[in-house]
């Protein structure tokens, strides 16, 4: 396990590194530059304007700009924001904590309903709750978060008063957001969970079970389900990446302070040092939530063998 987990790691280097450069070249496609961003606050003039991209060193070939930048964070500087020199590390981990959060909100909301809603379609298949609950999933798949989102807002804050609507506002203001992200998650490891689950339940350790005299609940959620999570956690592992990208949108509608409406400011500004800091920061833990669901197979699974 020990040597699988060290190469595992290894592999990650490339794929940073790979994410790094990729990233670097995309944002030198936004239309603009930082300089062109502050003009209309600072009010500057052709020549100030071309020697703040002098300072920056913006007018320097893409080559250069690269070589610096892969320097700067081979010695663990993410760089410093084109708009009041702050260090990017410094913004991201101010505002990497509520992003998390609302991830790890988002992706307990889509377990908590996808998981036993999965189990009672693949229980009851055929019957009109496995109708009922097929069709609720493909609405959840359907319908977009952001839309969610603004429908919540005018139900359960402008209409009700129950919920408040946007900032950060301790449990409260998290329920909204973490469901709105949460849901479409939630649609599609229901429907993941009942198709692997119909299948476990056919097989013949099932029927075997059974026939010793164990009642049904025990059957369905000790054997069958524990043989139906390998694919839920490479699932989950994924969805992680989708629910952490997800919360970009989220945070802009509900004006939640976050990692979200950090980067997205960022490429407002054409701030490209922590547009690049935010994303390396969202791959990083991407690649690491991956190999923990590596790991856990070993756990949920103890045929599972690393060389």
Same mark, same amino acid.
């Given at each position: 396990m020990a040597i699988y987990l060290l190469r595992r790691l290894a592999l990650t280097i490339p794929v940073i590194f790979g994410i790094v450069i990729v990233t670097f070249f995309l944002v030198q496609l936004i239309p603009g530059d930082a300089v062109s961003a502050m003009q209309g606050q600072l009010k500057?003039?052709?020549?100030?304007?071309?020697?703040?991209?002098?300072?920056?060193?913006?007018?320097?070939? *893409?080559?250069?700009? *690269?070589?610096?930048?892969?320097?700067?964070l081979a010695q663990g500087d993410l760089g410093r924001s084109l708009f009041g020199s702050q260090p990017v590390a410094l913004l991201i981990s101010a505002n990497i904590g +509520?992003?998390?959060q609302l991830t790890i909100a988002g992706m307990l909301v889509a377990m908590l309903i996808g998981i036993p809603l999965?189990?009672?379609?693949?229980?009851?298949?055929?019957?009109?709750?496995? @109708?009922? +609950?097929? @069709?609720?999933?493909? *609405?959840?798949?359907?319908?977009?978060?952001?839309?969610?989102?603004?429908?919540m807002i005018q139900l359960f804050a402008v209409t009700l008063g129950w919920l408040p609507i946007t900032g950060d506002r301790g449990l409260?203001?998290?329920?909204?957001?973490?469901?709105?992200?949460?849901?479409?998650?939630?649609?599609?490891?229901?429907? *993941?969970t009942r198709s692997t689950l119909l299948e476990i339940l =056919?097989?013949?350790?099932?029927r075997t079970a059974r026939a010793k005299g164990l009642i049904e609940r025990a059957v369905v959620w000790k054997h069958a389900l524990r043989n139906a999570l390998l694919p839920l956690l490479t699932m989950i592992g994924m969805q992680?990446?989708?629910?952490?990208? =997800?919360?970009?949108?989220?945070?802009?509608?509900f004006s939640r302070q976050g990692l979200g409406t950090l980067a997205t400011q960022a490429v407002i500004n054409r701030d490209f040092p922590v547009v690049q800091g935010c994303v390396m920061v969202a791959a990083l833990l991407y690649v690491l939530v991956?190999?923990? @669901?590596?790991?856990?197979? =070993?756990?949920?699974?103890?045929?599972?063998?690393?060389?």
């Open positions: 500057m003039s052709a020549q100030q304007m071309e020697q703040m991209r002098e300072a920056l060193g913006l007018n320097d070939p *893409l080559h250069v700009q *690269l070589g610096r930048y892969l320097v700067r +509520a992003t998390f999965g189990v009672f379609a693949a229980v009851r298949w055929g019957s009109f709750w496995d @109708v009922a +609950a097929t @069709v609720i999933a493909m *609405l959840g798949v359907s319908v977009p978060a952001f839309w969610l989102g603004l429908m409260l203001g998290l329920i909204m957001p973490a469901a709105a992200l949460g849901l479409a998650e939630a649609a599609i490891i229901t429907r *993941l =056919g097989m013949d350790y099932v992680f990446g989708t629910l952490f990208g =997800g919360a970009v949108i989220i945070e802009n509608v991956n190999l923990l @669901v590596d790991v856990l197979y =070993g756990v949920v699974d103890p045929r599972i063998r690393y060389g």
